[in-house]
């Protein structure tokens, strides 16, 4: 049996004559004919009884009937997905991410890119960087973003780097400031990131640069924890661009730290994992609302 042999069957049980079947399929009539016989000898056993010109199933017709209904059924919304995953409106993306910017950040690309894309699945994971790169091997995400450096094979990796910014109370006296130095934030309270980070050393190396106290009062592992100490009133942090846009609408106030501290992320792509249509348009809208926090040359 072939799949035009079926729907051959098909439509001459719903239009009960060759003529109606042929109209339906865009065929001729001997043609439909010759489907029909086809089909009968290959499954043993007739199909239909010629009665005044019209055709009568037989019962091993109709009880046949079900059963290609629901295969025709079933290709036909196969065929619907294929176009749809061709035209990039259904399928499943993987993201992983440190937590800082899967809090509020992704999630808004996310529904944003959900909005113009149908029945897409997005499956967010939010991981600490470590997580991320330990899952490079086994090729579990489509995309993630996580700090770098990530020096492991398997992973193809595209870098962004911004400038880490002082956040603040919005009533803080150096809120009035454009920019803020280590001199500014000297023996001020401060919130920082744990000591094994790269950006808690480039932090310590500018204020000892400038001779300048840096008073820490607590150490967290995440950007978010900080701004959240922040907004509590525990003092000031430097923290990544993207956080501290997200804690601007809570009440807290970022202005730039000078000399410059980068923060590099990368984009990681899994070189063994099959890439899916829905991961272009993705990632471009993604950059698109990264572009805004990247460091200017």
Excluded: W
Excluded at 226 to 241: K, R
Excluded at 262 to 285: H, I, N, Q, S
């Amino acid at each position: 049996m072939n799949l035009r042999q079926l729907e051959c069957f098909r439509a001459v049980m719903t239009g009960s004559s060759v003529t109606r079947a042929a109209a339906l399929l865009g065929v001729s009539q001997p043609a439909v004919s010759g489907m029909l016989r086809t089909l009968e000898e290959e499954l043993g056993f007739p199909l239909f009884v010629r009665e005044g010109g019209r055709l009568r199933p037989t019962a091993e017709a109709r009880y046949l009937y079900d059963d290609v209904t629901r295969t025709l059924a079933s290709l036909e919304q196969t065929a619907q997905t294929a176009r749809a995953i061709r035209a990039r409106t259904h399928g499943r993306l993987v993201v992983a991410s440190y937590p800082g910017i899967a809090i509020d950040f992704l999630p808004r690309v996310v529904a944003e890119f959900l909005k113009s894309h149908g029945d897409v699945r997005v499956e967010l994971h939010a991981r600490s960087a470590h997580v991320i790169h330990e899952l490079i091997p086994a090729q579990q995400f489509d995309i993630a973003i996580a700090d770098l450096p990530a020096n492991a094979r398997g992973v193809h990796t595209e870098a962004i780097t911004m400038d880490c910014v002082v956040v603040l109370p919005r009533g803080h006296a150096l809120a009035r400031r454009r920019e803020i130095g280590p001199a500014d934030l000297d023996g001020v309270p401060f919130i920082a990131l744990f000591r094994e980070h790269l950006i808690h050393n480039r932090v310590a190396q500018a204020f000892a640069n400038a001779n300048a106290v840096l008073d820490i009062v607590a150490e967290t592992r995440f950007f978010a924890s900080n701004c959240a100490l922040v907004g509590y009133g525990a003092g000031v942090s430097i923290v990544d661009p993207i956080t501290a846009a997200d804690y601007g609408r809570r009440g807290l106030v970022a202005r730039p730290f000078r000399p410059r501290v980068p923060y590099e992320l990368g984009l990681l792509f899994p070189t063994e994992r099959p890439r899916p249509l829905l991961l272009d348009p993705f990632v471009a809208l993604l950059k698109e609302r990264l572009a805004p926090f990247l460091a200017k040359p």
